[in-house]
C-alpha cells in the first residue's frame, strides 16, 4: 500500500511521489525508497518485487524460490487497497495496470546466481505499454493531490512520472538490459 497501513494510512519512506497520505496532505515531494533494491545490496538475501494481478506465473516462481532459498527471503507485492479508492473488484486490474504502465516493476532478485557466474538481478517486466498518468488518476491518493492542488500535482506528478523512468532503468542496467 506504500503506506503505514496498520496504523491508519500515513505516509511513509514507501510512499510515492505526488501521493497524499496522512502526514502528506498536500501530497509527498520526495522520491519513495526502493525496499527491494536496498535489501538486495546486503547480497545473502533473496527478494522479489510482485503483482498477482499483472503475472501469475512469475508471483509463483518468486513463491517457489523465495520459500526454497537457504536464507532470508523478502517478496514486496503490489496490492491497491481501499486507501488507494479501489475495491476489491477492480484491484487485478488495477495491479495488472501498475505494471503495463512501468510504475510497478516485476523482478526476482537471486544471490545463488551470482554463486554461478550469472546476473542475480532478473527483471520480469516489459517495457511500458500504458500511460502513466492514467494510472495516477485511477487511484485516489494522486487524483485528490489533482483537484486539490493543481498547480502542485502537475509538478509532482511529472516529477512523480520521472521516478519511473528513472526506477525503470535502473532496473534495466541492473539486468544487463541496456
Given at each position: 500500500?506504500?503506506?503505514?497501513?496498520?496504523?491508519g494510512?500515513?505516509?511513509?519512506?514507501?510512499?510515492?511521489?505526488?501521493?497524499?497520505?496522512?502526514?502528506?496532505?498536500?501530497?509527498?515531494?520526495?522520491?519513495?525508497?526502493?525496499?527491494?533494491?536496498?535489501?538486495?545490496?546486503?547480497?545473502?538475501?533473496?527478494?522479489?518485487?510482485?503483482?498477482?494481478?499483472?503475472?501469475?506465473?512469475?508471483?509463483?516462481?518468486?513463491?517457489?524460490?523465495?520459500?526454497?532459498?537457504?536464507?532470508?527471503?523478502?517478496?514486496?507485492?503490489?496490492?491497491?487497497?481501499?486507501?488507494?479508492?479501489?475495491?476489491?473488484?477492480?484491484?487485478?486490474?488495477?495491479?495488472?495496470?501498475?505494471?503495463?504502465?512501468?510504475?510497478?516493476?516485476?523482478?526476482?532478485?537471486?544471490?545463488?546466481?551470482?554463486?554461478?557466474?550469472?546476473?542475480?538481478?532478473?527483471?520480469?517486466?516489459k517495457?511500458?505499454?500504458?500511460?502513466?498518468?492514467?494510472?495516477?488518476?485511477?487511484?485516489?491518493?494522486?487524483?485528490?493531490?489533482?483537484?486539490?492542488?493543481?498547480?502542485?500535482?502537475?509538478?509532482?506528478?511529472?516529477?512523480?512520472?520521472?521516478?519511473?523512468?528513472d526506477?525503470?532503468?535502473?532496473?534495466?542496467?541492473?539486468?544487463?538490459?541496456?
Amino acid at each position: 500500500t506504500e503506506v503505514y497501513s496498520n496504523t491508519g494510512g500515513q505516509s511513509s519512506k514507501a510512499t510515492p511521489t505526488a501521493a497524499i497520505a496522512k502526514f502528506a496532505a498536500s501530497g509527498k515531494d520526495t522520491r519513495k525508497k526502493e525496499l527491494g533494491i536496498m535489501a538486495s545490496t546486503y547480497g545473502y538475501a533473496y527478494v522479489a518485487s510482485v503483482c498477482m494481478g499483472a503475472n501469475k506465473v512469475q508471483l509463483l516462481k518468486a513463491l517457489v524460490e523465495a520459500e526454497s532459498y537457504p536464507g532470508p527471503s523478502l517478496i514486496i507485492a503490489y496490492s491497491p487497497c481501499i486507501n488507494h479508492g479501489i475495491n476489491m473488484s477492480q484491484s487485478q486490474r488495477e495491479g495488472k495496470l501498475a505494471v503495463e504502465t512501468g510504475y510497478w516493476p516485476l523482478y526476482r532478485y537471486n544471490p545463488l546466481l551470482a554463486r554461478e557466474s550469472r546476473n542475480p538481478f532478473i527483471l520480469d517486466s516489459k517495457e511500458p505499454t500504458e500511460d502513466l498518468q492514467t494510472f495516477f488518476m485511477n487511484e485516489v491518493r494522486f487524483r485528490a493531490l489533482k483537484a486539490q492542488f493543481p498547480e502542485r500535482a502537475e509538478e509532482l506528478l511529472a516529477q512523480a512520472e520521472q521516478d519511473v523512468k528513472d526506477r525503470m532503468a535502473l532496473y534495466r542496467k541492473l539486468s544487463g538490459i541496456y
